[in-house]
């Protein structure tokens, strides 16, 4: 059974940072295409960042790019995102989810998905 869990959420300062991890067992992460998504009160959720298979190319939204980043710790079986320069329009729920394919991810859907976590910046 795949199983994706995410941490690192809290609550911080504009301008501040926070270090997302999402965990997965049941498969090894670095097979699948990863993407961070978030879901604001009253808004869409959307894609923010992918890493595609063995952590070889990345993308990210403009909102986020070059204040957030993805890495893969493959022997931990774990994708991080690392959110710097946080300001309060970034307040939502982030989830992590995984797909065998990027397509999906790319599109804002995955085949398995953690159940979120709380990331509020207060101005």
């Known amino acids: 059974q795949v199983q994706l869990a995410e941490s690192g959420g809290g609550s911080v300062q504009a301008g501040g940072s926070l270090r997302l991890s999402c965990v997965a067992s049941?498969?090894?992460?670095?097979?699948?295409?990863v993407g961070w998504f978030r879901q604001a009160p009253g808004k869409e959720r959307e894609v923010v960042a992918s890493?595609?298979?063995?952590?070889?190319?990345?993308n990210y939204t403009d909102s986020v790019a070059g204040r957030f980043s993805l890495s893969l710790n493959d022997l931990g079986n774990t994708v991080h995102l690392q959110m710097n320069s946080l300001k309060p329009d970034d307040t939502a729920i982030y989830y992590c989810g995984a797909d065998y394919w990027c397509s999906p991810i790319l599109a804002g859907e995955a085949a398995h998905w953690g159940r979120g976590t709380q990331v509020t910046v207060s101005p």
């Open positions: 890493i595609d298979k063995r952590g070889t190319n990345s």
């Open positions: 049941g498969i090894r992460i670095a097979n699948f295409c």
